[in-house]
């Protein structure tokens, strides 16, 4: 295999670099400080993952360039959000699940995060969406945590999103409604200090509070526990072409509903024998849509909260009521989960909750040809490599690019 810088043929990575006029405007950052953002970044810089892997021209070569400033779909819709007051901050956020160490489509999703949070004087919030614990370890914590200080360092740092160290979701009465609600903390820009009495977000944090949201959905109506395994769950729910059955546990009252939870929370029932699902509609076009699950059982200890859970939500409802108790704004994920929007803002819009929603953007995942993003053992398989040569060279050049803004959100994925 030819290292890179010795494959023609390897791919270019299209970044966004600051270039041009260096204007600037005052903005507030996630520490309530004013500072000084560039108001626009002004052009794109091409970076070719071959030959010498030469970085951009440097800025003061190109301070003539009347190029138009560089833009994508995503910092057009933030950039309007601005103009029109829309939210008192920017909030985005960077949600990995800790199940593996990052990769080159992270340092993506990092740069596009970070990157408008800076641009635009916001913050970005570093969360774990650590809801199955049977896929998940502190090694990873770790290392992500490391990783991204790592890559935002010196350009971003001041918009990392962290809270006080084992802080949990505020109650809280909002227009005489009850509300969760846990906001980042500010503190000073340098990383190595502010992580002293901080750490990042956790969506195990919230499961009390999640718990309670889906008891309001119980509640009225809109959710109840099924009895199907696993396999008949996929049966009963159909296919593309063809719609869902409903459940003949569907039809159960509320009260039974409810005690049938209870007793799932308290770890009466085996795993997988019984599942929280929401009450939607089986004939809808979108599969994610078809009465979806939402807590499964899991006789699990998990990394941050133990042994205290035998339940555990589901991604699609832990994430988008994280977004909302962290009082996100924007958030941001791969193409992959436009089919899943329309369930974001169900569970959203079906809880009577009292502040601003958040709303899910979508972007392009980032693809990479001709390059090698993993190791091989001596028996031949293959394993993910969380430093190898490739993954190193181009996140460093991914870091010099990310130093001005985002990466673009282009449509565009394969370079």
């Not at 390897?10 to 004013?34: D, F, V």
């Not at 995060?113 to 614990?133: I, Q, V």
């Not at 009850?178 to 820009?189: E, H, K, R, V």
């Not at 959710?223 to 395994?229: F, G």
Request: aromatic content about 8%.
């Amino acid at each position: 295999m030819n290292p890179v810088g010795e494959t023609p043929s390897s791919p270019k990575l299209l970044l966004l670099a600051e270039q041009g006029s260096t204007e600037s405007r005052p903005t507030e950052n996630s520490n309530g400080a004013t500072g000084q953002f560039p108001s626009r970044l002004a052009s794109p810089c091409s970076i070719q993952v071959n030959g010498d892997m030469s970085l951009p021209s440097n800025p003061a070569e190109r301070q003539n360039d009347e190029a138009p400033a560089p833009s994508d779909f995503i910092r057009d819709i933030v950039a309007a959000h601005v103009a029109e007051r829309k939210y008192p901050q920017i909030h985005t956020r960077f949600p990995p699940e800790p199940n593996g160490y990052l990769h080159i489509g992270h340092a993506k999703s990092i740069c596009l995060n970070f990157g408008l949070a800076r641009e635009f004087g916001g913050s970005c919030n570093l969360r774990y969406d650590d809801t199955n614990p049977t896929k998940e370890e502190v090694e990873y914590v770790d290392s992500i945590f490391e990783d991204v200080r790592w890559l935002i360092g010196g350009w971003a740092d001041h918009c990392l999103g962290l809270k006080p160290k084992g802080r949990t979701p505020e109650r809280q009465t909002v227009n005489g409604k009850q509300d969760f609600y846990l906001p980042a903390s500010g503190g000073t820009s340098n990383i190595e200090h502010r992580t002293s009495n901080v750490e990042p977000f956790y969506a195990s944090d919230y499961f009390d509070q999640l718990y309670e949201y889906a008891i309001a959905l119980v509640k009225k109506g809109l959710a109840y526990v099924c009895d199907l395994s696993p396999e008949d769950t996929d049966k009963y729910r159909g296919a593309p072409d063809r719609p869902g059955k409903d459940s003949p546990f569907r039809d159960r009252s509320i009260d039974e509903n409810l005690d049938l939870f209870s007793r799932m929370k308290a770890g009466e029932f085996p795993d997988s024998a019984r599942t929280l699902r929401a009450k939607i509609d089986m004939a809808s076009p979108n599969i994610w849509l078809r009465d979806p699950v939402l807590y499964r059982i899991r006789h699990a200890g998990h990394h941050h909260t133990g042994d205290q859970w035998r339940i555990y939500p589901m991604y699609d409802f832990a994430h988008c009521l994280s977004d909302y108790i962290e009082g996100i704004t924007h958030s941001i994920c791969t193409l992959e989960f436009e089919v899943h929007r329309p369930l974001y803002d169900w569970i959203l819009e079906n809880l009577d909750l009292p502040r601003p929603l958040p709303r899910q953007y979508e972007f392009a995942r980032l693809s990479l040809g001709n390059s090698s993003t993993t190791a091989s053992s001596p028996a031949g398989t293959t394993r993910a490599c969380p430093r190898s040569a490739a993954c190193a060279a181009a996140a460093s050049r991914l870091t010099h690019c990310a130093r001005s803004p985002a990466i673009s959100a282009s449509q565009s994925t394969t370079a």
